[in-house]
C-alpha cells in the first residue's frame, strides 16, 4: 500500500511536479514559486515542502535547479568523472551505495549462452525513492532491478523474464528483503551488505564494471566509458549494453550521458533518469556541505 509516509508516494509527487516544471521551463517562466507549486499539487505549501524534504533533502527551488534543461551539460562540465583516475583517486569509494556493493560476481559467458537454463531466480515487488521497484536477485546476489513507474508492472515483469528466459522465477520478496533494505533502507537499518550478480555477455558485464566506478552525484560519456575498456571506436555499442543494465540504480547507467550534455536515453524512461540525477546531486551536495 502507497501513502503518505512511503517514499513511492513522495516519487509520485515529484513525477508530478518534475512534469510542470518542464513546461514552466519550456515556457521560460523561470523557477515556479511555492506556493503555486503546492496548488498544483492540491497541497498546503508547508506539506508540499515537508514531503518534498522528507524525499530529497533540499528545498523545491533549489531542486528545480538541479531538474533544469540545462543540468546535465552541467554536470559534464562541474562533475564528469574521468574512469581510468576514478580508483586512484578514491572517487568510487565516496557514496554510499559502492561502499555497500563492493562484492559482486558475474556469471560466466557460458552459463549466460544458456538464457539462464537452470537457474532458479527470486523476485518481489518493493517500495522505493523512485517509485514501485521490481528487484529480482539469485542466491548469489541482486540480479535485476526495474523501475513500473512510467512502464507498468506487467511490461517490467516481462522485460526482466526476458533476459533469462530459460530461468525459473520464484516469487520470494522476503529472501531478497535484506540486500533491498540495504539498497533503499533508511540508515540503521541495514544488517548486511548486499552482493550483485551481473548475468549478461562478456562486452556487456566490461560496461558496467566502468559504470561501477562513476560515484554518486557525478556523470560519465559514452564514449569516456568506450575509452575506459579499450573500446574507443565501440560508443554505439557501449550505449546499448548501458541501455541493457539490468540492475537499473545500483549500477548506475543513469549516469551515462551523451557528449553533448544531452541525457541520451533510459529504459525506465527519462522522467526517472532525471529524477535521479537530480536526486544524487542535491545529496551529494548536502553531504558536502556537511562535511565542511
Known amino acids: 500500500m502507497t501513502d503518505e509516509t512511503t517514499p513511492s508516494y513522495h516519487f509520485g509527487v515529484m513525477r508530478r511536479a518534475i512534469d510542470l516544471i518542464d513546461a514552466a521551463a519550456a515556457q521560460e517562466r523561470g523557477v515556479i514559486p511555492l506556493a503555486d507549486l503546492a496548488r498544483e499539487m492540491s497541497m498546503s505549501p508547508a506539506h508540499f515542502q515537508k514531503v518534498f524534504t522528507a524525499w530529497v533533502g533540499v528545498s523545491p527551488k533549489r531542486y528545480q535547479q538541479y531538474l533544469a534543461l540545462g543540468q546535465a551539460k552541467a554536470l559534464l562540465s562541474e562533475r564528469f568523472t574521468m574512469l581510468e583516475t576514478a580508483n586512484e583517486l578514491g572517487l568510487s569509494g565516496t557514496g554510499r551505495l559502492h561502499d555497500l556493493f563492493l562484492r559482486w560476481d558475474a556469471m560466466s559467458p557460458g552459463d549466460f549462452a544458456r538464457k539462464g537454463e537452470g537457474l532458479t531466480v527470486y523476485w518481489g515487488w518493493f517500495d522505493s525513492p523512485f517509485g514501485l521497484t521490481l528487484v529480482m536477485g539469485t542466491e548469489k ?16 515483469m516481462q522485460d526482466m523474464i526476458g533476459r533469462w528466459p530459460k530461468a525459473d522465477f520464484v516469487e520470494d520478496p522476503m529472501m531478497l528483503r535484506p540486500w533491498v533494505l540495504a539498497a533503499f533502507g533508511a540508515p540503521g537499518q541495514v544488517t548486511e551488505a548486499a552482493p550483485l550478480y551481473l548475468i549478461g555477455a562478456p562486452f556487456q558485464i566490461k560496461v558496467w564494471e566502468a559504470l561501477l566506478r562513476v560515484p554518486s552525484g557525478h556523470v560519465t560519456t559514452y564514449s569516456e566509458i568506450a575509452n575506459s575498456i579499450g573500446k574507443p571506436k565501440a560508443v554505439r555499442a557501449v550505449g546499448t549494453a548501458v541501455g541493457r543494465n539490468p540492475i537499473s540504480l545500483l549500477i548506475p547507467c543513469h549516469r551515462a550521458l551523451r557528449k553533448s550534455g544531452e541525457l541520451g536515453g533510459y529504459h525506465w524512461g ?12 542535491a545529496r551529494a551536495d548536502a553531504n558536502f556541505k556537511e562535511a565542511v
Open 141 to 156: 546476489g541482486i540480479c535485476g532491478i526495474g523501475f513500473a513507474n512510467e512502464m507498468g508492472e506487467d511490461w517490467a
Open 270 to 281: 527519462l522522467p526517472v533518469k532525471r529524477a535521479i540525477l537530480a536526486w544524487e546531486s
